[in-house]
């Protein structure tokens, strides 16, 4: 312990090297429920690629175990640290190095965080999609890390597609340069995409070259209010059968509506079994909510409600961010899940986890980017109540069953980390499991990198 | 040998085991110059799954390498056979599978041929967006194993960002499900994206899951004269900086205006030294082309002439269609390099190959998917001539490192194959080729799978 301080020392800032325990213990866990945290040796917070390099030098010269974090908003577990770990906070490396409007390109480090990017790509004109509900807190590096989503994702898809090229310190500590700047690129296996979503257990991603777009025009919001979850799903296929490119595509239950209503007085119809959010960022969005209200209004929706300008259209999109934070106060805690199904079998996902609430006697309220067939049922429960909590871990598991059953996966873009490790194995099969851990024996021969995380 | 034909006898029909040298050897090679070809022991032509997981045990138990086939359209000799190898022909396994206009996919298997699977989806509404120059040839288990792209990427993008998941017959036989059906997924590392442009070297790709989006409005063309390729560079890094979205952005050079009109006379001006074509499937095309035809003509364009109607946008792309076949009746021979560089980086990497075809006293034509920064430098030769030959090889080569020293790639969309071997460890660096051929020993430990192809 004292040769790992003392190592550390030797290639970082006294300051970059945080030993007191109650910091230290600080930085144990993300924001995961049912996830261990073991207790750090030493917090890191370099400002280099070279003090990266030290880092990792140290920690595979001295065997111990490395756990990189970002802005720890994660809802996994992926970044809680192990007993004995260098938790590796990528936080202090901040900088937006580049924009090149003409390249389409930003390049990062990895403590940038989201927002901070969105606004100064956006001040070029420019676009960045992914924006995770924790845009404010979140890292890009954390960001890679899980393959966030976000809102946006129906339209524009999720971080994997907006990550060109990286530079990675590997266990010890090399540097690898991946991909490219280019638009295009086939030159061998495509290993930027392989550290995407990999929870840095295949190494430290310290710099990252993004794709952009163009600025859309600003997105208009239309409000559809359904007796049943299933008419709302139906007119969800509708929109998507008939080629309509909506930037956001919105599912609330009545549990989640009556949260958000409780915490913000938003007067948002509570009689409405499924309450559908669409917008368009299209040069003519007023015509495209016309022609999807239609949509909604076929498939049994009882009030459709455009935005008549941004104003209106910012506070529907309120409501949505608001409900993970309003289910938080049904219960004592929460856990968020996460699964995705293929949008044809939305309506019998989510009618599902009704069915799952009713025998588990648990609130869930459940909001979905139903566009892309990802739901987050978020189960509220009594943390102090142990009956309660153990029920709450069964229905979480069992909504995770019920979406492989339907063709889906147990993540659609929040990762595995510490909660879906044993899930993880049944989506991907024995075939899968083997090659997966494999490739990652390859990158880390001695497991150093984030061990005990995703298999 | 003939215990190799026997066994392979076992699992497939009669029809199925090709063994005639004179019909194997028209299995030889794909379309690239300078790939050397083998003579393979035999040809296997299965139709389902287990055919092919047959196969590939009988391989492995006999030791035998496997070279997965298409159309054999490839530029790059990936589909080159080796000596002795068995050629694995997925050309029979045709069927489409499923189109679902609602998940917005399509399951197929490799055998389909991209025009035929583009129809298909086209009848429904839907789009499959890459489109490779020989497309009405080329197979999608070809597209997936060179990561193929074509015309439309600069708006679309590449093959890998459309395929979802893959079933893949492994080196031992065993069947592994990568990926999903869903919108979005981050179970695990991607090894979907693995294979994209792998070449057949980590496994037998035998039934796709491919992402459909909806069809755009047809798309109207404006072609665009410079007297320079600077000036044209200039124009299409404007476009691009406004936040155009064309659908197409193409650029050929006057050896290729000439050739085409030698072939075709479609009286293309050959007094201009770079035309432009762009194209545009938005609502209102004619709007977008009359803003980008004034950015050409801010940048220097003499003549800017928008296609009136579908018609003659048909007749302007057909001549860039021309250009390849074209420019093969310049010389007796030709060399397509492929090398792709940032997109400020175009005018410079266009001007080098004039420089160099100067330089080795040759005709090099240049056609460019421009908004991509993806070169198509073709070399003309006369193939008899052996100094000539020589030349048109070094030249190819200078080419590709102009194109790295520009911070570009040796292959855009073509692949690495045999040709661009050499050069693949150029790009990637000794860390990056370890890791290459760390994962190839992975899926591929007795190294059966398309060996010497890539590194």
């Known amino acids: 312990m004292r040769e790992l301080i003392e190592r550390l020392h030797e290639g970082l800032p006294a300051e970059a090297?945080?030993?007191?325990?109650?910091?230290?213990?600080s930085y144990a866990h993300d924001m995961a429920s049912f996830s261990e945290a073991g207790t750090p040796a030493v917090v890191v917070l370099p400002r280099t690629v070279e003090q990266v390099q030290h880092v990792m030098r140290t920690a595979t010269?001295?065997?111990?175990?490395?756990?990189?974090?970002g802005a720890r908003t994660g809802l996994s577990g992926a970044a809680n640290a192990s007993d004995g770990c260098i938790v590796l906070s990528l936080v202090k490396m901040d900088r937006i190095l580049e924009i090149d409007p003409v390249d389409?390109?930003?390049v990062v480090e990895p403590g940038v965080v989201n927002a901070v990017l969105s606004r100064a790509v956006a001040e070029q004109g420019l676009y960045y999609p992914p924006d995770p509900s924790s845009w404010e807190q979140c890292t890009i590096g954390g960001n890679i890390g899980t393959g966030a989503g976000g809102l946006c994702c129906v339209k524009y898809?999720?971080?994997?597609?907006?990550?060109?090229?990286l530079e990675v310190v590997l266990a010890d500590g090399r540097l690898l340069t991946t991909g490219r700047r280019t638009a295009k690129g086939v030159a061998g296996?495509?290993?930027?995409?392989?550290?995407?979503?990999a929870e840095g257990t295949l190494g430290i991603v310290v710099r990252a070259v993004l794709a952009l777009r163009p600025a859309p025009p600003r997105q208009l919001v239309l409000a559809a209010e359904f007796p049943s979850a299933a008419a709302a799903c139906a007119a969800v296929c509708e929109i998507m059968a008939r080629g309509h490119a909506p930037s956001l595509l919105e599912l609330m239950d009545t549990t989640t509506i009556r949260a958000v209503n409780d915490l913000a007085h938003m007067g948002l119809p509570e009689t409405t079994e499924a309450l559908l959010l669409a917008a368009f960022d299209t040069p003519d969005p007023a015509a495209d909510l016309a022609a999807v209200g239609e949509l909604c209004t076929a498939a049994g929706a009882t009030q459709v409600v455009p935005a008549e300008d941004a104003a209106e259209s910012e506070l529907l999109l309120q409501a949505r961010r608001l409900a993970l934070v309003a289910l938080e106060r049904v219960g004592t805690a929460t856990m968020i899940d996460d699964v995705c199904v293929p949008r044809?079998?939305?309506?019998?996902?989510?009618?599902?986890?009704?069915?799952?609430?009713?025998?588990y006697e648990l609130a869930i309220g459940l909001c979905a980017h139903a566009g892309d067939g990802n739901t987050h049922p978020i189960v509220c429960f009594?943390?102090?109540?142990?009956d309660e909590s153990a029920r709450a871990r069964e229905s979480f598991d069992e909504i995770m069953a019920l979406g492989l059953a339907l063709g889906g996966t147990i993540t659609g873009e929040h990762g595995v980390g510490l909660l879906k490790k044993d899930w993880l194995a049944r989506e991907l099969g024995p075939v899968g499991v083997e090659l997966q851990r494999g490739v990652r024996q390859v990158f880390d021969p001695l497991g150093l990198l984030n061990p005990g995380k995703l298999f």
Do not use: S
């Open 157 to 165: 898809g999720v971080t994997a597609e907006y990550v060109l090229g």
């Open 189 to 197: 296996y495509d290993l930027t995409r392989l550290f995407v979503g």
């Open 344 to 359: 044809t079998k939305l309506a019998p996902m989510i009618e599902g986890v009704a069915a799952i609430a009713q025998k």
């Open 17 to 25: 090297v945080l030993t007191d325990r109650d910091v230290t213990a």
């Open 382 to 386: 009594d943390g102090a109540d142990a």
């Open 104 to 106: 389409r390109v930003a």
């Open 61 to 69: 010269a001295l065997r111990v175990p490395v756990v990189p974090q």
